[in-house]
């Protein structure tokens, strides 16, 4: 690896299922994805994360993010992380997680 080949951080939400953790899974397999590369698998709950890990057989450049898109403090919580390990670099987000608002007393409209 030459010394001109930097080091992306990339973040997909909602990636301990469905099509979030395709694109990890595809992300993994591609090559233009750098050995250096990381890539933040996020997971609202750690323990669903640490099995998808699993799933994708622990590659050593996908790391556990646990983060709740719909939660501020896990917002906060996750960007202090990412300041921490990653020196706050984030170059890439795939945002596939789904929020469901809590208030359901209004119908939806009609199409």
Avoid: C, W
Avoid at 34 to 63: C, T
């Amino acid at each position: 690896m030459s010394s001109t080949e930097q080091q992306r951080v990339i973040l997909v939400t909602g990636a301990n299922k469905g099509i979030g953790f395709e694109v990890v899974k595809q992300l993994v397999q591609q090559p233009l994805i750098k050995s250096n590369d990381i890539i933040l698998l996020g997971s609202r709950d750690a323990k669903r994360g640490q099995d998808a890990l699993a799933q994708l057989d622990s590659p050593s450049n996908v790391h556990l993010l646990q983060l709740d898109t719909s939660s501020d403090e896990s917002i906060a919580h996750a960007t202090d992380e990412i300041k921490q390990k990653y020196g706050g670099q984030l170059d890439i987000i795939i945002n596939n997680a789904g929020i469901v608002p809590k208030d359901k007393s209004h119908p939806s409209p009609s199409p």
